[in-house]
């Protein structure tokens, strides 16, 4: 079985500050990892995946993550922050590397991200 | 269109009636998902169609939620017997492939609210 914990439910950061969110994974087979963005009355939009080759993975909008196999971490990070990063994100786990997945995502439970002017 | 499609954007049902969720996925897309996201949480899925074939439904929480994708393209959820608990938002996402690695394309959702 797969989960993954995001810790904080909140974050707040002022324009301009480091934007980190948080996401630990449980999963018993090599996985692939996923950053979903939610922005209000929308669907989910993808940041960026890890997919086992390089373990920092750069996405959309100035985002990335690292993939840290020993701390099962995969947490996002942008240098500086903007107004329009305001939103909801969800981290993702997805079934096995071994490619018999057909990619059912197991989500967290979200972070909601303030940015302050 | 370009992306994944849902309809109604809304719907109100009172409890006991039955509804009808319809999502039209990318053109192409061979995989389909369901999930079902409920308020300040983070979706769950709920059933997945690889082409018109429903490979998993496990997630569906009873036997009054149904799913079918009869031609592989457009799919459609039904609830049935509506009750307060199924009030969410239902997300249909699809893939061009499948496979583990393939990310998902969501559509805007469908927000159910049970009266």
């Known amino acids: 079985a797969q989960s993954v914990t995001q810790l904080g439910s909140h974050v707040s950061v002022s324009e301009g500050a480091l934007v980190l969110l948080r996401c630990n994974y449980s999963s018993s087979v090599p996985p692939y990892l996923f950053w979903y963005v939610q922005y209000p009355n929308q669907g989910l939009q993808l940041l960026l995946k890890?997919?086992?080759?390089?373990?920092l993975v750069k996405g959309i909008n100035g985002f990335e993550a690292e993939f840290k196999k020993s701390e099962t971490s995969f947490h996002l990070t942008k240098p500086s922050a903007h107004m329009s990063d305001a939103a909801e994100y969800f981290c993702a786990v997805s079934g096995d590397a071994g490619g018999t997945s057909y990619g059912k995502l197991t989500f967290g439970q979200g972070t909601i991200l303030t940015v302050h002017p | 269109g370009a992306g994944v499609s849902q309809s109604p954007r809304y719907k109100v049902a009172k409890r006991g009636q039955d509804v009808a969720l319809r999502c039209d996925p990318i053109?192409?897309?061979?995989?389909l998902f369901w999930y079902q996201q409920a308020l300040g949480q983070g979706p769950e899925f709920l059933t997945y169609?690889?082409?018109?074939?429903?490979?998993?439904k496990s997630g569906l929480p009873s036997d009054r939620f149904f799913a079918e994708r009869p031609e592989g393209s457009v799919s459609t959820l039904k609830i049935q017997r509506t009750q307060q608990e199924d009030s969410a938002v239902y997300l249909c996402?699809?893939?061009?492939?499948?496979?583990?690695?393939?990310?998902?394309?969501f559509g805007n959702g469908t927000r159910l609210t049970v009266t």
């Open positions: 996402a699809s893939s061009p492939r499948e496979g583990g690695s393939a990310p998902l394309h």
């Open positions: 890890y997919t086992s080759a390089a373990t």
């Open positions: 169609f690889q082409n018109e074939a429903q490979l998993d």
């Open positions: 053109s192409g897309h061979v995989s």
